[in-house]
């Protein structure tokens, strides 16, 4: 229901799980054994969670004022701390690392001293690029994201 969000919280450098075919039971007890907030659009589950957040709008936009409605403080500048994929933390990639990776590398820019980084977990690789300009516009134009 909220992967797009979660994928945003991600790129600002939030550390969020995003999971899918679990049972209501299983996100409230790995949410308390990690002290973690649930964030859903399951108005009933949003009641069982403590402090958890219901999240009424199906829109990105929105989604994203609610959350920074709930913390104000919320990182709004993209970063390369975690995988937009899996959550995992990036760490600086070197050229070659990972040979079977790089095809969509802009190889001529990375070797000028673009830098690029790697998910320790499901090794994606992640550049300063058109698309994260994308990101950062899009995040901008919502403003403060704190709802009136």
């Given at each position: 229901?909220?992967?797009?969000?979660?994928?945003?919280?991600?790129?600002?450098?939030?550390?969020?799980?995003?999971?899918?075919?679990?049972?209501?039971?299983?996100?409230?007890?790995?949410?308390?054994?990690?002290?973690?907030?649930?964030?859903?659009?399951?108005?009933?589950?949003?009641?069982?969670?403590?402090?958890?957040?219901?999240?009424?709008?199906?829109?990105?936009?929105?989604?994203?004022?609610?959350?920074?409605?709930?913390?104000?403080?919320?990182?709004?500048?993209?970063?390369?701390?975690?995988?937009?994929?899996?959550?995992?933390?990036?760490?600086?990639?070197?050229?070659?690392?990972?040979?079977?990776?790089?095809?969509?590398?802009?190889?001529?820019?990375?070797?000028?001293?673009?830098?690029?980084?790697?998910?320790?977990?499901?090794?994606?690789?992640?550049?300063?690029?058109?698309?994260?300009?994308?990101?950062?516009?899009q995040i901008a134009s919502w403003g403060s994201g704190v709802a009136?």
């Amino acid at each position: 229901m909220l992967g797009r969000l979660a994928r945003y919280l991600r790129f600002v450098g939030c550390d969020t799980v995003y999971l899918h075919g679990v049972t209501d039971s299983e996100i409230l007890e790995r949410a308390r054994g990690e002290s973690r907030v649930v964030l859903t659009r399951d108005r009933a589950l949003a009641a069982q969670a403590p402090g958890g957040l219901w999240i009424a709008s199906p829109y990105l936009r929105e989604q994203w004022h609610s959350v920074r409605t709930f913390w104000p403080g919320l990182p709004t500048e993209v970063r390369f701390d975690r995988c937009s994929v899996c959550n995992g933390l990036l760490t600086a990639y070197r050229l070659g690392t990972r040979p079977d990776r790089e095809p969509g590398l802009p190889r001529d820019r990375v070797e000028a001293g673009l830098a690029v980084w790697s998910c320790r977990d499901c090794g994606h690789l992640y550049w300063e690029g058109t698309h994260t300009a994308r990101i950062r516009a899009q995040i901008a134009s919502w403003g403060s994201g704190v709802a009136p």
